[in-house]
């Protein structure tokens, strides 16, 4: 039995998987620095996506709207130990945060300080001055971050139970928008796409023709081998 249908096909397939599978390991094989060229792309759109996540100006905007409105709630840690830390960032802050002793730290304070100084905290990390956040808690910059997005994690969840919707529409715009992209994004420079058109499109242009690369290839080997997809025909009624 003949298994090659169309050796011209079937060749040119094959040629063309060879050619993927070159370039794929390129892009895995490390450059300068031992990066790989797709590390590379990453951190290109990365820095570019960066601009896109930057709110805290809308935070400092939302917490004047919060002034004088007061928080009092037993807030849960994640791990042992957390309530010690949480209660120094908020402490160091002038917030009342007291040990109860379970893993929780009882949080007594204005909501709208709050948002205000866990923002500018953010900023300090969002922009690569992670120095001053050491300096003044003393610990990681990311870590301190990480405390203050479990305090609001736990005022939403306080909030909600207490059916105070737009005290835990706040709190959910300080974890979501504010301190997870200054956690995520820490240490990575900023960068325009306007800056960097001509490489995005080079990119996106290059992923276009790899994948009709990759496409095209299966589809003359399948050929190639004699396999094609047909139309089913339809049934004659009797």
Not at 4 to 9: D, G, L, P, S, T
Not at 49 to 77: C, Q
Not at 134 to 148: F, H, L, P, Q, V
Not at 184 to 194: L, M, P, Q, V, Y
């Amino acid at each position: 039995m003949k298994i090659i249908q169309n050796k011209k096909k079937f060749r040119v397939g094959v040629c063309g998987l060879l050619l993927f599978s070159l370039i794929l390991g390129f892009w895995f094989s490390p450059w300068g620095n031992h990066r790989w060229g797709l590390e590379r792309v990453d951190q290109l759109f990365n820095q570019m996506a960066k601009n896109s996540t930057y709110f805290i100006p809308d935070a400092l905007r939302l917490a004047r709207n919060f002034e004088g409105t007061t928080v009092d709630f037993g807030i849960h840690s994640r791990w042992p130990g957390d309530d010690a830390r949480m209660a120094q960032i908020l402490e160091a802050n002038r917030i009342s945060a007291a040990l109860l002793g379970d893993g929780r730290v009882r949080i007594k304070g204005d909501l709208g300080r709050m948002g205000k100084s866990a923002s500018v905290d953010a900023e300090l990390l969002f922009k690569a001055q992670g120095s001053d956040l050491r300096s003044k808690y003393g610990c990681d910059e990311k870590e301190a971050i990480y405390y203050w997005w479990v305090v609001f994690d736990g005022l939403t969840r306080r909030f909600v139970q207490a059916n105070r919707s737009s005290e835990a529409d706040f709190t959910r715009f300080m974890t979501t928008r504010v301190l997870e992209p200054a956690y995520n994004f820490a240490g990575i420079e900023t960068k325009s796409i306007g800056e960097n058109m001509g490489r995005v499109s080079l990119f996106l242009g290059f992923y276009v023709l790899y994948t009709l690369l990759y496409g095209f290839s299966i589809l003359f080997v399948f050929e190639g081998l004699g396999i094609e997809a047909t139309k089913a025909k339809g049934k004659k009624e009797a």
